[in-house]
């Protein structure tokens, strides 16, 4: 039986034409994929003095805390309120989709539709960036196999396959395994697509050119001669911008309201930005007098890397920060299922002074809010309110899964009181690598020591003469603001490890591993895929 929010858009959404009125842009403007969807074929100019709002959290559960759906009802109240507001977003991946968390498109009376389009093929951007990136690796083992006229190093290639679909046993593979005409035997892995360097250069490219620019830069491996190899020497730019010409436009769809949503792009948090693209972020700051988008995990991961990589790399500010907390993930950083409730949201806030703690630091104006279940209690809730207190904020509750945009009208209000001159960076682009990484370890993260492993050394070295210039992204789990996902709540005075490093020169940014990252996941005993199907033509369960 279908529940009422997904009655409420069968057969109710607005032609896509429409929607693009509301944000005045003309039918020759749009790419049309049906009646519902459409790519955005113009060229962001210089934004207007429009306010942008960045949606982070705290440290979430295994299924996340709403920010997505917070962001979307959030654009439905401004509307409301006869705001030009436009939203950005990531495209979900269908690892998630067919994994643990299922889809990504919101939740409840907040979600962005068609759904199912969306949470699937969609327009078929994820399917050019998958294509585009093989096709490099192809190349590669064909410049191995015809003589390697590049001189590449087959134990030094570090550009990998991918595949938008968790697979956990192509996480470590050998190729060309067999006969001579298999190819050069060597170690390879996958990636997903949403963690994939192609995902990540086009995000962080702003048209088509930048893209041709960031693509050449893209660091393929080393040569016999330990001398870096650029992807440009392969000779394919060309190929590669033909497969991604549709895949940098933005795509435009709307909210069960029928207000209009971007959505494009979605690399991974761990391992990149983890937010949509800067040409869907820059069009829509062109089209629209305030923005709001989101970032993956919480504010230590994709909240921090886009207020230090996207906006340094693109000249962005940020007018303010919406912080989405839940009770549901304040009791779990408790992490003791025997204490009174009222005794867990007392210890798990201190995952919310964490962060609080680095936003006073960063000095980014925000507001926090609590994303509201059902069965929040209001003594709970009153208690959250008390400890909010010591940061002089006030806790702004939104129903948005209930109520949509009417249960963000108080926050849309607040929202609207945001205005930020400019963040404090954590460190200059001329420090050193690792005293970049040291800034963000002890600043943000709270550790009091950084060991590097034996690889991230050397790596770091060999980087630091061509590319300690570039902001460093920090890979780490999402479960702790360290990086130990057991060390819950607000850990201090402990060691992080750098385990390796991986140069996205083409998206601009070092990674920097802490821990064991997975970048291919797995499916867990009983995945998303086991409930999905279809009935009357209606796909089921994908939410």
Same mark, same amino acid.
């Given at each position: 039986?279908?529940?009422?929010?997904?009655?409420?858009?069968?057969?109710?959404?607005?032609? $896509?034409?429409?929607?693009?009125?509301?944000?005045?842009?003309?039918?020759?403007?749009?790419?049309?994929?049906?009646?519902?969807?459409?790519?955005?074929?113009?060229?962001?100019?210089?934004?207007?003095?429009?306010?942008?709002?960045?949606?982070?959290?705290?440290?979430?559960?295994?299924?996340?805390?709403?920010?997505?759906?917070?962001?979307?009802?959030?654009?439905?109240?401004?509307?409301?309120?006869?705001?030009?507001?436009?939203?950005?977003?990531?495209?979900?991946?269908?690892?998630?989709?067919?994994?643990?968390?299922?889809?990504?498109?919101?939740?409840?009376? =907040?979600?962005?539709?068609?759904?199912?389009?969306?949470?699937?093929? &969609?327009?078929?951007?994820?399917?050019?960036?998958?294509?585009?990136?093989?096709?490099?690796?192809?190349?590669? +083992?064909?410049?191995?196999?015809?003589?390697?006229?590049?001189?590449?190093?087959?134990? *030094?290639?570090?550009?990998?396959?991918?595949?938008?679909?968790?697979?956990?046993?192509?996480?470590?593979?050998?190729?060309?395994?067999?006969?001579?005409?298999?190819?050069?035997?060597?170690?390879?892995?996958?990636? !997903?697509? =949403?963690?994939?360097?192609?995902?990540?250069?086009?995000?962080?490219?702003?048209?088509?050119?930048?893209?041709?620019?960031?693509?050449?830069? !893209?660091?393929?491996?080393?040569?016999?001669?330990?001398? &870096?190899?650029?992807?440009?020497?392969?000779?394919?730019?060309?190929?590669?911008?033909?497969?991604?010409?549709?895949?940098?436009?933005?795509?435009?769809?709307?909210?069960?309201? *029928?207000?209009?949503?971007?959505?494009? @792009?979605?690399?991974?948090?761990?391992?990149?930005?983890?937010?949509?693209?800067?040409?869907?972020?820059?069009?829509?700051?062109?089209?629209?007098?305030?923005?709001?988008?989101?970032?993956?995990?919480?504010?230590?991961? @994709?909240?921090?890397?886009?207020?230090?990589?996207?906006?340094?790399?693109?000249?962005?500010?940020?007018?303010?920060?919406?912080?989405?907390?839940?009770?549901?993930?304040?009791?779990?950083?408790?992490?003791?299922?025997?204490?009174?409730?009222?005794?867990?949201?007392?210890?798990?806030?201190?995952?919310?002074?964490?962060?609080?703690?680095?936003?006073?630091?960063?000095?980014?104006?925000?507001?926090?809010?609590?994303?509201?279940?059902?069965?929040?209690?209001?003594?709970?809730?009153?208690?959250?309110? +008390?400890?909010?207190?010591?940061?002089?904020?006030?806790?702004?509750?939104?129903?948005?899964?209930?109520?949509?945009?009417?249960?963000?009208?108080?926050?849309?209000?607040?929202?609207?009181?945001?205005?930020?001159?400019?963040?404090?960076?954590?460190?200059?682009?001329?420090?050193?690598?690792?005293?970049?990484?040291?800034?963000?370890?002890?600043?943000?993260?709270?550790?009091?020591?950084?060991?590097?492993?034996?690889?991230?050394?050397?790596? $770091?070295?060999?980087?630091?003469?061509? &590319?300690?210039?570039?902001?460093?992204?920090?890979?780490?789990?999402?479960?702790? $603001?360290?990086?130990?996902? *057991?060390?819950?709540?607000?850990?201090?005075?402990?060691?992080?490890?750098?385990? +390796?490093?991986? $140069?996205?020169?083409?998206?601009?940014?070092?990674?920097?591993?802490?821990?064991?990252?997975?970048?291919?996941?797995?499916?867990?005993?009983?995945?998303?895929?086991?409930?999905?199907?279809?009935?009357?033509?209606?796909?089921?369960?994908?939410?």
């Amino acid at each position: 039986m279908l529940k009422d929010y997904e009655i409420a858009y069968q057969n109710k959404m607005e032609n $896509i034409k429409e929607i693009a009125k509301k944000i005045n842009l003309k039918e020759e403007e749009l790419e049309l994929y049906g009646n519902y969807k459409a790519k955005i074929n113009i060229e962001p100019k210089s934004e207007k003095n429009s306010k942008l709002v960045l949606v982070t959290s705290m440290n979430p559960t295994p299924y996340g805390e709403g920010k997505t759906t917070v962001a979307i009802g959030l654009h439905d109240a401004l509307r409301k309120k006869g705001i030009n507001s436009l939203l950005t977003l990531r495209e979900p991946s269908l690892g998630p989709v067919f994994g643990i968390k299922g889809g990504a498109a919101g939740g409840g009376y =907040a979600q962005v539709v068609p759904m199912e389009d969306i949470n699937l093929h &969609f327009t078929g951007d994820f399917h050019a960036i998958t294509t585009a990136n093989n096709l490099i690796s192809a190349m590669i +083992d064909n410049s191995l196999y015809q003589e390697n006229s590049l001189n590449l190093d087959p134990d *030094k290639i570090y550009f990998t396959r991918t595949m938008d679909m968790n697979d956990r046993v192509l996480r470590n593979i050998v190729i060309g395994v067999g006969a001579k005409t298999n190819g050069i035997e060597r170690k390879e892995k996958f990636t !997903i697509t =949403a963690a994939s360097e192609i995902m990540s250069t086009l995000c962080m490219s702003e048209n088509i050119e930048d893209l041709r620019k960031n693509l050449d830069k !893209i660091i393929i491996g080393k040569n016999v001669n330990n001398e &870096f190899v650029y992807l440009k020497e392969l000779g394919i730019t060309g190929s590669l911008l033909a497969l991604l010409k549709d895949a940098i436009k933005p795509n435009l769809v709307q909210t069960l309201e *029928k207000n209009p949503v971007l959505i494009h @792009g979605g690399p991974f948090a761990n391992i990149a930005p983890g937010v949509n693209s800067i040409v869907a972020t820059k069009t829509a700051l062109n089209l629209a007098d305030i923005v709001v988008t989101e970032a993956g995990f919480g504010l230590d991961l @994709g909240g921090f890397k886009f207020l230090d990589i996207v906006s340094r790399n693109h000249n962005l500010t940020v007018s303010g920060i919406v912080f989405v907390v839940t009770l549901k993930a304040i009791k779990h950083h408790a992490a003791k299922e025997e204490l009174e409730e009222i005794e867990k949201i007392k210890i798990g806030f201190e995952n919310i002074r964490a962060h609080l703690d680095n936003l006073e630091m960063l000095k980014v104006p925000y507001v926090v809010t609590l994303n509201k279940y059902a069965t929040d209690k209001e003594s709970e809730i009153n208690i959250l309110r +008390d400890l909010l207190k010591e940061y002089q904020k006030e806790l702004i509750l939104n129903d948005v899964f209930r109520m949509g945009g009417e249960g963000a009208l108080d926050l849309a209000k607040e929202v609207l009181k945001l205005e930020n001159n400019k963040m404090e960076y954590l460190y200059k682009s001329n420090n050193s690598i690792k005293e970049k990484i040291e800034m963000i370890a002890k600043k943000l993260l709270h550790a009091n020591n950084v060991i590097y492993e034996t690889l991230a050394e050397e790596k $770091i070295a060999s980087a630091e003469k061509y &590319f300690s210039h570039l902001p460093i992204c920090i890979a780490k789990t999402q479960y702790s $603001i360290s990086d130990d996902p *057991k060390k819950l709540g607000y850990p201090k005075n402990y060691s992080i490890t750098v385990k +390796d490093i991986r $140069i996205y020169n083409g998206a601009g940014f070092i990674t920097i591993y802490l821990g064991n990252i997975l970048t291919m996941p797995g499916l867990s005993k009983t995945p998303s895929a086991l409930n999905i199907d279809i009935e009357h033509g209606v796909i089921k369960n994908i939410f």
